[in-house]
């Protein structure tokens, strides 16, 4: 049963940048379910128009079967979201942070009563509840803010870029707790550029690179599309050997790198030897070599033509920031 699904979904910026391009997807419920690609791809805007945070340009969304343009307010009572930066507010306690959440759904006040000492105890911040959250690491804010977003128990919790900027132990934490609500019933729809949280966490995956998914399925079916071993390696003469590479029956891919060859092929341990008894027959000399099973990168590269690049913003999302800046202005 889906719990999200999207007609041609689309957002234009001023008219002039599209930052989401007619995208079909569904969530189904219980899974997790990962948005993979670069920053400015178009995951964090895909969440906001599912969050009714942004006004969709063109085509429909459905979130927990309510239609997101013309019941936007039944469904924020539906999701949680914890947003890519970090929005507790460091003047106040955990429990007071949760407390505020509560009150702005306006749930009970014995519910809120109830709720924080249950959530705190799963985020494992049962004692820094009355800690000021200025004191907090960058791991335990995150832990706080999807306790936070479980506060009025929605159906669907969004998770835009989770772990961003944390340490490798903190991630490995959020990681359990994302594992442990999802065993507990809780859709999850997370968006990130990471490659091993992908493939760790998600169900299924929706590669998405400038505003387009690009493909879609689960991290096994996506690994599985490329048809063998990947190799790659360096020559001192790459275009020759390029050229006499596309020949061999072994080779089922061929993509030419900056600085390198990547093949795939179908058996790497063999392909190996006979790709330097090739070399030798030309007189070419290969400099290193290395076999990898297939990876998202590789199927990212594949898709895409290049591998996942993290930049720190494209032209969508420095547009963003200058439409925000003379809205401040006004």
């Known amino acids: 049963m889906a719990i999200v699904e999207t007609n041609n979904l689309t957002k234009v910026f001023g008219g002039k940048y599209t930052a989401v391009d007619h995208i079909n997807f569904e969530v189904h ?38 239609d997101v343009k013309t019941q936007p307010d039944q469904v924020r009572e539906k999701i949680g979201l914890v947003p890519q930066d970090i929005s507790v507010d460091d003047e106040l306690t955990a429990k007071e942070n949760m407390e505020l959440h509560g009150k702005l759904y306006h749930m009970p006040k014995n519910l809120i009563k109830q709720r924080i000492p249950e959530l705190l105890q799963v985020v494992e911040l049962t004692q820094w509840e009355n800690s ?5 690491s960058g791991g335990m804010r995150r832990r706080l803010e999807i306790a936070e977003g479980l506060m009025h128990r929605p159906a669907i919790l969004f998770l835009d870029e989770p772990t961003l900027g944390l340490d490798p132990s903190s991630r490995a934490s959020i990681w359990e707790y994302v594992t442990n609500l999802n065993k507990q019933g809780i859709t999850i729809f997370m968006t990130t550029h990471y490659m091993d949280e992908a493939d760790k966490l998600c169900d299924r995956i929706g590669i998405i690179d400038y505003g387009k998914i690009v493909n879609l399925g689960t991290p ?11 190799i790659t390696m360096h020559a001192n003469d790459r275009e020759k050997f390029l050229s006499h590479i596309k020949t061999l ?12 060859i990547r093949l795939t092929v179908d058996k790497g ?4 030897p006979k790709l330097f008894q090739e070399a030798n027959k030309i007189g070419i000399s290969i400099d290193n070599i290395s076999l990898s099973r297939p990876t998202l990168d590789d199927v990212f590269i594949k898709f895409t033509g290049r591998s996942l690049r993290e930049e720190k913003a494209d032209k969508i999302e420095l547009f963003k920031r200058m439409m925000l800046m003379k809205r401040r202005r006004k």
């Open 29 to 66: 419920e219980g899974e997790i379910f990962g948005f993979l690609g670069p920053n400015g791809a178009g995951k964090t805007t895909t969440v906001h128009m599912l969050c009714t945070l942004t006004e969709i340009t063109e085509g429909e969304a459905k979130v927990a079967g309510l």
């Open 132 to 136: 000021l959250v200025k004191t907090f």
């Open 220 to 230: 096994e079916e996506l690994k599985g599309m490329l048809g063998g071993d990947i």
């Open 249 to 260: 029956n072994f080779v089922t891919e061929v993509l030419p790198q900056e600085d390198g």
């Open 269 to 272: 341990e063999t392909a190996i």
